[in-house]
């Protein structure tokens, strides 16, 4: 079965800052892998989803995300934050193939951005 | 109008009580799917379905039951509903011949007084 950690569970930042939140997964093959976003009060957003090929992907809003075999992880990234980028991030992770349907989410991140 | 709706929004309950949540899709998925979330603890699937006559428990479906209505709507029922079932409820929907994103719902926060 596959496994999400994310290590920080709070982050703050300052506007304009680059930032970069961690993911780690566990998994036997390639796995799907999924950046969403929960701001208050509402629900997941899919910011970008890495299935096979390229292994930088862009996302909505800025973001992006890398994905490295070597380390099991997909790290997301953005060069400058902005203060509506303040919500919590979940990492998710999907068996590639039959078991796609199985999304397993990290415990997320909570990003705060200082003005 | 969004293409995952979910009704109520908010509900105050109190224990022993039953009570239906329910999800409405129209994006044309065959696939629908139950989670909680609670702080902390990121989200966990409770039932999941992949078409009318295809329904499966997840990861913590003791306490819950649910009902596919039709391809666009799930519902998800607390028979007799508990203090520890307080918790954040999203409905998500996804399409095999998509690559199985799931896309989701608003939620709906459910309070067992």
Known sequence: AQSVTQPDIHITVSEGASLE?????????TPY?????????????????????????QGIKGFEAEFKRSQSSFNLRKPSVHWSDAA???????????????????KGTKLSVIP | ???????????????????????????GHDRMYWYRQDPGLGLRLIYYSFDVKDINKGEISDGYS?????QAK?????????????????????????TDTQYFGPGTRLTVL
């Open chain 1, 21 to 29: 939140l961690r993911c780690n997964y566990s998994y036997g093959a």
């Open chain 1, 33 to 57: 892998l999924f950046w969403y976003v929960q701001s208050p009060g509402q629900g997941l957003q899919l910011l970008l989803k890495y299935f096979s090929g390229d292994t930088l992907v």
């Open chain 1, 88 to 106: 919590e991030y979940f990492c998710a992770v999907a068996a590639s193939g039959a078991g796609s349907y199985q999304l397993t989410f990290g």
């Open chain 2, 1 to 27: 109008d969004a293409d995952v709706t979910q009704t109520p929004r908010n509900r105050i309950t109190k224990t022993g009580k039953r009570i239906m949540l329910e999800c409405s899709q129209t994006k």
């Open chain 2, 66 to 70: 649910v009902s596919r209505q039709a």
């Open chain 2, 74 to 98: 799930f519902s998800l029922s607390l028979e007799s509903a508990i203090p520890n079932q307080t918790a954040l409820y999203f409905c998500a929907t996804s399409d095999l011949t998509r």
